[in-house]
């Protein structure tokens, strides 16, 4: 193959119109160590095509380079060109000359070169020159690896080498730490195949590894040696594990029992390795141990398969060994609660009813507590029930006989325990209002709860009457309010005024009339009065006295609940006076009468 190139050089006069260069070719003998340099020329050519440009005319050239020189005159020479630029022009050349390399295959040459010309038409002198170092090639002289393939070291394999000498015999060396395995002559591709001793020795250093970074060597006589690293697989051999599995217990519940695993012996690693671990599994969870006689506890196991499993010092692991346990599924118990009074007002106890559903495993037990409190206060002491309970569903009822008023609201919690867990529910018993209230000593009824101070009418109702369906607020009218006048009195004279409001029913029922009457006094006496009538018949009356000398409002109000039929005529009456003995003015500041 030839090697070509070239160098440029420099030159003094007509600046800017030439160019020059060194080229030079040359091939190589790896037999002989040698380079022979076929082509050294210098060359110069015009770039400018000024009137006073290229010219023909002699000169005086020089070359040398690796013990060869050349010096001549009268050289002739023309560069002359019809077009920019012209044409190169060799002016001095030393060619197919040997040149020898050193014993490793290097070379290194100083090539110098050089023209002078006196330029005839600006009588100048025209210099142009090469000095360089040029770097040949190395030949190479040993040896060298070709594309290398990792291999499996118990099989036969080879490497590939690019061989340039042919006389020259070729040892190839192999090494890790302490281990050479030596082949010569050695020829590329030629089979290698380490022996069962050597196999062993490598085992031995490399308990811990699964490929081995061989270095390898390829020696070329006495001209030098190439080397490269290549890695070797080892063929995995799984350790040998035959344990037995022992759990403790051999029925568990999942998520809740802890199982502890044994095993009866250890594994064998092969191959030079050692056993690293022991890894055993059940369920979700893996437990990792560098002891066969480790104990292995799962906390909460959630599964019923154990698997145990010996890896070595490479890593290999053993074929798995199983065992399975019986393992049951496991549900917190449900509780559903409620808690209610009996039927009997007067009666103060309260009955509690529970029921749910519970996991079905081994030696299973229910157990139960209730505890209350008044809303808001402090919790009783808990008290213990017996459940029943059988195939995966408990109850309980039972009347509790503590003292529960009627008149409290009071918050329940119980507890159902079972082997593992246990739930806390809660339930309120409301207080006991009563569908009706008498009292027969002052003869009033009310519907829908107690009677209380505010309940002075005959009968009270909670809530809305209805007949035949209807809201009866909506059949007769409801909300209907008038407020007739208000006005002020002159101050010294006797007083009074009235006013009444009546309406015509249609339909029969039930009617809630109630009439206010509102005065106020400056420095005086009054009375206030209010007075429902149906169909001319006074169905309630309400009178107010003012007896003391200062500035208070005083009132009255006749309320009432009452039967009507249609056609019958109510009338709401408000009156008033005042005293006229006293100064100051009396006002009925407002007097309302309002059907609902």
């Not at 170092?133 to 594309?147: A, D």
């Not at 344990?243 to 029992?257: D, F, H, K, L, Y």
């Not at 009310?446 to 009418?457: A, P």
Request: hydrophobic share 35%; charged share 15%; with cysteine.
């Amino acid at each position: 193959m030839t090697i070509s190139g070239y160098i440029n050089g420099s030159y003094t006069g007509y600046a800017g119109r030439y160019e020059v260069r060194l080229a030079y070719e040359y091939s190589q003998n790896i037999a002989g160590n040698y380079s022979l340099m076929e082509k050294c020329e210098l060359q110069i050519r015009s770039i400018s095509s000024s009137a006073d440009g290229a010219y023909s005319d002699q000169g005086i050239t020089s070359m040398s380079y690796a013990g060869y020189e050349v010096n001549r005159g009268g050289v002739s020479y023309d560069f002359s060109w019809d077009s920019d630029p012209g044409p190169w022009v060799t002016v001095a050349s030393l060619n197919n000359k040997i040149i020898n390399h050193a014993s490793d295959g290097s070379k290194i040459i100083y090539i110098s070169a050089a023209f002078w010309s006196n330029d005839p038409q600006i009588n100048s002198i025209l210099k142009a020159d090469v000095s360089t170092q040029l770097v040949l090639r190395s030949i190479p002289r040993y040896s060298t690896f070709g594309t290398l393939t990792p291999f499996v070291i118990e099989q036969p394999w080879s490497v590939s080498v690019n061989k340039y000498i042919a006389s020259e015999t070729d040892t190839l060396t192999i090494t890790y730490d302490t281990f050479t395995k030596t082949v010569t002559p050695y020829v590329s591709g030629q089979q290698i195949q380490f022996t069962q001793a050597e196999l062993a020795e490598l085992y031995a250093l490399t308990p811990n590894l699964s490929e081995i970074p061989f270095t390898l060597t390829i020696t070329t006589g006495s001209l030098g040696s190439s080397t490269a690293t290549l890695n070797g697989t080892i063929t995995p051999v799984a350790p040998t594990f035959e344990a037995t599995i022992t759990a403790n217990p051999s029925v568990a519940v999942s998520g809740q029992t802890t199982v502890v695993v044994t095993l009866s012996e250890g594994g064998t690693a092969h191959e030079g390795g050692t056993i690293a671990e022991y890894v055993v599994s059940l369920g979700s969870q893996t437990i990792r141990a560098n002891s066969s006689s480790a104990t292995f506890a799962f906390q909460h196991a959630d599964g019923d398969t154990i698997t145990a499993q010996a890896v070595d010092s490479r890593g290999w692991a053993s074929s798995a060994i199983t065992q399975t346990i019986t393992l049951y599924p496991y549900a917190m118990p449900s509780v559903t609660v409620s808690v209610s009074r009996t039927p009997t007002m007067a009666d103060t106890t309260a009955q509690l009813t529970m029921s749910g559903t519970y996991a079905v495993v081994p030696n299973q037990t229910l157990t139960g507590s209730y505890r209350y409190r008044e809303s808001g206060g402090t919790w009783s002491t808990a008290q213990s029930i017996t459940l029943t309970y059988s195939g995966g569903t408990w109850s309980f009822s039972a009347t509790l006989l503590d003292t529960f008023s009627i008149a409290n609201v009071y918050e329940f919690e119980v507890t159902v325990s079972d082997l593992y867990q246990s739930v806390i529910a809660t339930a309120t018993l409301l207080s006991a209002e009563p569908t009706i209230d008498i009292d027969t000593s002052n003869q009033r009824v009310k519907i829908g709860g107690f009677l209380g101070t505010e309940d002075d009418q005959s009968l009270s109702v909670v809530g809305d009457i209805y007949e035949g369906g209807q809201k009866l607020s909506e059949k007769y009218g409801s909300g209907t309010t008038l407020t007739e006048y208000s006005y002020r009195t002159s101050s010294s004279a006797n007083s009074q005024t009235a006013m009444s409001k009546s309406w015509t029913v249609s339909g029969n029922g039930f009617v809630h009339v109630s009439v206010t009457c509102i005065a106020s006094a400056a420095d005086d006496y009054g009375t206030t009065a209010s007075q429902i009538n149906r169909a001319g018949t006074v169905m309630a009356r309400s009178c107010n006295r003012e007896d003391t000398n200062d500035t208070a409002q005083y009132a009255t109000c006749a309320s009432i609940l009452m039967a009507v039929t249609n056609g019958q005529v109510i009338a709401c009456t408000c009156g008033s006076t005042k005293d006229g003995t006293e100064t100051g003015i009396f006002e009925a500041v407002a007097i309302n009468c309002t059907l609902t």
